[in-house]
Each structure stands twice: as C-alpha cells, then as structure tokens.
C-alpha cells in the first residue's frame, strides 16, 4: 500500500482503493455499517474466512485511515469495540452503489428485490445508516431475509 503522502497517482480512484479497496477492508465496513458488528470476534465469525493476521491489519489500517475509531467496552475495558467514524459512515453510498450493481449484474446470496427497493430509496437508506451512526445504534440495517428496517419502538422504515 502506497503512503498517504507518497500515493501511486493523483486519482480519486486510486488514492481511495489505497485506503479502503481490498476486499476484506470492506467487508469489515459492511459488518460495521449493515450487520451492526462491533468486536474483532464478530468480524472473525461473520462467514468470511477472514484469518486473524489479515482482520487485525486490516483493523490498523481502517483506524490509521481514520474510517474506524476503537472503543473500550463499557462493562470490560479489555475489549475493545470498532465504530465507524464520521469519514467511515460516508462510505454508505459507496457501500450501496456495490450492493445495487452487484445485485442487478451478478447472482447473490441476497433478496434482488430487497436492494432494488433500497436503490430506489437511496436517501431514505442513507438517512437512516446516519441516523442510527449518531445514536450508536448497532441493529443491522437489514437482517437475514428482511428489506425493511426494524426502528427500535418504532414503524419499520419501509424501502418500498
């Protein structure tokens, strides 16, 4: 990975994928934002196969890029929780632009109409993503099989 101050080219592009653009740094993205993970041992079980050399690189790297902040647990000071910080939450149209493309070119394990309605909804999705980021909501955006979002004490908030 090239430095900060010394990146390969001046590309938006290419300085961006320095930072976040390797499959593992985004999928610890797409845990913290869509499936409300927090600890190293979430994103260790998430499905991936991440080993935990790469997860806690990745980790670094997230947090020295300042698109992740650490947090010691409140009732345990030894562990420690990730969240995004305000430059990461950012990435949640990029997150769902790959959703939106992946699922109108390619097969996936995830409900097409579900994330159709989502990109039809864009602002609505992304008001939401920032609302429960302010709050420190950690629900997942969407679980398993759903495609609504369930507000806590509150209607679900309806992609339709």
């Not at 010394?6 to 499959?23: A, H, K, Q, T, Y």
């Not at 939450?89 to 699922?103: C, F, G, H, P, T």
């Not at 390619?106 to 302010?134: F, H, P, Q, S, Y």
Request: charged share 30%.
């Amino acid at each position: 990975m090239a430095s900060k101050s010394n990146p390969r080219s001046g590309c938006p592009v290419s300085v961006s994928l320095e930072i976040f653009g390797d499959r593992w740094s985004l999928l610890i993205i797409r845990d913290l934002m869509v499936r409300g993970f927090r600890t190293f041992k979430q994103f260790q079980g998430s499905g991936e196969g991440i080993a935990t050399n790469i997860l806690a690189e990745r980790l670094e790297r997230l947090e020295a890029a300042d698109i992740i902040a650490p947090e010691p647990e409140k009732t345990d000071g030894r562990r420690i929780n990730y969240r995004l910080t305000e430059k990461g939450i950012d990435l949640a149209l990029v997150m769902q632009e790959l959703l939106s493309w992946r699922a109108k070119h390619e097969r996936t394990g995830v409900d097409c109409a579900g994330i159709a309605k989502m990109a039809r909804n864009r602002e609505r999705v992304l008001t939401e993503v920032r609302r429960r980021w302010g709050r420190r909501d950690t629900t997942p955006l969407l679980p398993p099989g759903r495609t609504r979002v369930e507000v806590r004490n509150k209607r679900p908030v309806d992609f339709a």
